[in-house]
């Protein structure tokens, strides 16, 4: 992004009425508090517990650490705009944060799609699973999945930066994103525009197609069971990461593919807050409170650090 005239843009946020300003601010701090605590104690339990030293609890270790560092990205610099009246962002910190936020989310899609492939290998290749899923493919994986997010970032990035910036700096959001800057751009912005606009769609086919290739061949084998119990316990494995694959791919299609909601600023402001705050927000309890092993280590570890604590 070119700054010929501009060296600082004013994020108007969501609304310029104090009264919910002061409800948003409460909202937001408590669901961020409640994100970095929930994210933060499902990273503590995957290094401290050894009955979650699989592969699957890895994967979910590093995304608890992409949501937490999605959600900072995001929310404290909106806080303190809220906090001190001040809304203005400079240039460096506005491009920081656009690239910071693009890659989070963009990696977590290709982590969804790595652990979709987790779940397949555990359920429909059970007796090799520990030889396919060894630490070094995991850590491979979760290598792949932030070089990809890396490089699908790269070119609407590199395009962004010879954007011009001649006339407004008012950006019509609460953080810098690429929609809001491309429409105070004085730049010719149709080519960045379609760049953006296939990166993300590509992501979102690419991985959904893994998701879905996974879970089709999940369901076709736990079906194939012949006991209930069997059938029970494999569909439980699953249900987290279905549930928080449904909402992360609902919200993003939502932005990206309906044209009302890509019209509609409003619309699209409050989606991307609840991307950024209820989602991190959700998510450690949905794998928490649907999974007996992560709930026996969060009792244990309860019990360590009481017993800790009476010595």
């Known amino acids: ?51 979650l030293k699989t592969p699957m609890y890895f994967f979910l270790q590093n995304f608890s650490f992409l949501e937490i560092s999605f959600t900072t990205a995001c929310v404290p610099k909106y806080l303190y705009n809220i906090a001190t009246g001040d809304k203005t ?13 693009d890659l989070f989310a963009v990696t977590e899609f290709f982590l969804l799609a790595a652990m979709s492939y987790d779940r397949y290998v555990a359920i429909c290749k059970p007796l090799h699973y520990v030889s396919i899923m060894s630490t070094r493919v995991c850590r491979r994986l979760v290598f ?13 990035l590199s395009l962004g930066l010879n954007l011009k910036f001649c006339d407004s700096n008012v950006i019509e959001h609460f953080l810098c994103d690429a929609s809001p800057l491309l429409k105070i751009s004085c730049s ?48 439980s494995t699953c249900s987290s990461h279905l549930i928080v694959v449904s909402i992360t791919y609902g919200t993003c299609m939502f932005i990206y593919i309906n044209p009302t ?12 807050l609840l991307i950024s705050s209820i989602s991190p927000m959700l998510n450690p309890f949905i794998y928490t409170l649907r999974n007996k092993q992560v709930k026996k280590a969060f009792k244990n570890l309860m019990k360590r650090i009481a017993s800790f604590l009476n010595k």
């Not at 792949?144 to 609407?156: A, D, M």
């Not at 076709?220 to 209930?228: E, P, Q, Y």
């Open 144 to 156: 792949y999945c932030w070089l990809s997010g890396l490089l699908v970032i790269t070119s609407p």
């Open 261 to 272: 909601a890509k019209e509609e600023v409003t619309i699209n402001k409050v989606v991307s």
């Open 188 to 235: 010719d912005t149709w080519f960045m525009e379609q760049t953006v606009l296939i990166c993300a769609v590509l992501t979102l086919i690419l991985t959904l197609m893994c998701v879905v290739l996974s879970y089709s061949s999940i369901i076709k084998t736990i079906l194939g069971f012949s006991s209930a119990q069997q059938r029970k316990k494999a569909f």
């Open 1 to 51: 992004m070119k700054n010929y005239t501009i060296t600082t843009f004013i994020l108007l946020g969501l609304t310029d009425d104090s009264k919910l300003q002061v409800l948003i601010f409460i909202f937001l701090f408590l669901t961020y508090m409640l994100s970095i605590t929930g994210n933060v104690t499902i990273i503590t339990l995957t290094f401290v517990d050894p009955h």
């Open 89 to 101: 962002i400079t240039y460096n910190a506005c491009v920081i944060q656009v690239f910071f936020t």
